[in-house]
């Protein structure tokens, strides 16, 4: 049964702490309650917000005048090698237990603080691998209430970008394909112990800021090449650890933090003539 409640503040929902108030806030754990939030947001005439971890989000300090939904649609079956996954569930766990039955395609999930559905959205990846290298389907609600399966070939995808990007509703659940391989398990526990010892894991951030500019070129090379690192605004600060994670040191606000995103776009274009995108999304 749906539970609306009211001011629900965007920063506990955020990997980086920072956010105004959501006026009306509920969490869904089926695809019902999906469906009966979005029915009530329609009457409402109210925008909907879909959030999984809020690792790849910046909440503006403005309240948001419309429904924040908390995505815990958590299922998760395996089918010999294919995965049918609520899009709530912890992509990070997905990883390791697929990689733990042998299953390959998704150790570089592990680590990556997201549900399914956030990386279905961006097309999360790492270590040279992305979500839709192993994705079969989506089931998604468009906010209208029409519900559609969607098979991966109908759907545009890239680096960090999908087709979700510029549609108005919410992921439901998603279907992977894995292969088989003996070594799975053992390139996860790798990939996870790279992570902890190169990214600043204890500080509060929503991971690289900023799209790597090409495959060869990272962004956190140049913001270092540039001499940014520590570099701050308010609490919003450079990372001495990873250069493309800003992180917040204590109470940055939005404002701050966009300011530092743009001041370091200046400092990086002046300074190599390459203009730096954010991966983040400013929301709402
Ligand atoms: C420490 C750290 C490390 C990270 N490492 C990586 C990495 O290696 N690779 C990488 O790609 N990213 C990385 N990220 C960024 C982030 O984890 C990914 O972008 C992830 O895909 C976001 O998932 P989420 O569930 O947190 O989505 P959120 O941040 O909650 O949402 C992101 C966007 O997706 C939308 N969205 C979320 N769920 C749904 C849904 N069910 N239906 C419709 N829209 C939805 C939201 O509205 C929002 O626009 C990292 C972040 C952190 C904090």
């Not at 395609?105 to 680590?111: I, K």
Request: hydrophobic share 40%; proline share 3%.
């Amino acid at each position: 049964m749906l539970n609306i409640q009211t001011n629900r503040s965007l920063s506990e929902l955020s990997t980086f702490g920072i956010g105004g108030d959501a006026h009306f806030f509920a969490e869904i754990s089926t695809i019902s309650e999906a469906e009966e939030a979005y029915a009530w947001a329609r009457k409402q005439e109210l925008p909907v917000l879909v959030i999984g971890k809020g690792s790849n989000c910046l909440f503006r300090d403005e309240p948001f005048h419309g429904l924040a939904l908390l995505n815990k649609i958590d299922f998760c079956t395996f089918e010999e090698r294919k995965v049918f996954v609520g899009s709530g569930y912890s992509f990070s766990l997905l990883g390791v237990q697929t990689a733990k039955r042998g299953l390959s395609g998704l150790e570089f999930a592990s680590g990556i603080p997201a549900t399914v559905g956030g990386a279905v959205f961006m097309n999360a990846g790492a270590n040279g691998k992305e979500t839709y290298q192993t994705l079969s389907s989506v089931l998604y609600l468009f906010e209208t209430g029409e519900k559609r399966e969607f098979a991966k070939e109908e759907l545009s995808y890239g680096y960090r970008t999908t087709s979700f990007q510029s549609m108005k509703g919410c992921i439901l659940s998603a279907t992977f394909n894995l292969g088989l391989n003996d070594e799975a398990r053992k390139k996860q526990l790798e990939i996870i112990q790279y992570r902890m010892k190169t990214q600043p894991l204890k500080d509060k951030s929503a991971g690289c800021i900023f799209r790597n500019p090409s495959p060869d070129l990272s962004a956190g090379a140049l913001i270092e090449r540039c001499g940014l690192k520590d570099f701050s605004v308010g609490d919003a600060k450079v990372s001495n650890i990873h250069a493309n994670f800003l992180i917040n040191s204590n109470r940055a606000s939005a404002k701050e933090m966009i300011e530092l995103i743009e001041r370091v776009q200046r400092q990086v274009f002046e300074k190599t003539n390459i203009h730096l995108e954010p991966e983040i999304r400013i929301l709402p």
